[in-house]
């Protein structure tokens, strides 16, 4: 298997019919309003299938109930993040999508897709045509966390 690409800075990869990966050197998750820093460069897996018991964090769901997403993608809000420096911040919203804030690259496993963004909104259950991006899926499926 071909090595994963690195970025440096913050940066999320897709993996392929599984999580988000994200790592930042600190990480700072909001979630009902509270504010959990993780910091030393920790890998957070975020699940993305919208099937895991301890939501936003991947439990290994995706692979026993039938989630399948690729990793490749097309972002055509690709911005301009050289030369910015700042946390990444990661706010889960309730029954909805992962709203990320600050530069990262999003990538996927095999390095094909790259974008750069300052922000942008995650899928989390699992449901939206334009993984990993969120397309309000959320709200046709009733999704709830």
Not at 49 to 70: I, V
């Amino acid at each position: 298997m071909p090595t994963k690409p690195v970025y440096p800075g913050n940066s999320i990869m897709v993996r392929p019919d599984g999580p988000l990966i994200a790592k930042s050197d600190t990480n700072i998750l909001v979630q009902d309003g509270e504010e959990n820093v993780i910091e030393n460069s920790q890998d957070i897996a975020l699940c993305r299938c919208g099937g895991s018991s301890n939501k936003p964090f991947c439990d290994g769901s995706h692979k026993s109930n039938g989630f399948s997403a690729g990793q490749t993608f097309v972002d055509e809000r690709s911005e301009e993040i050289a030369g910015l420096h700042a946390e990444l911040v990661i706010s889960v919203k309730e029954n909805a999508m992962l709203a990320i804030k600050g530069p990262v690259t999003i990538f996927s496993r095999d390095g094909k897709s790259v974008t750069t963004r300052g922000k942008a909104a995650l899928c989390r259950c699992g449901h939206s045509k334009k993984k990993p991006f969120c397309d309000i899926s959320h709200k046709k499926c009733d999704f709830k966390d």
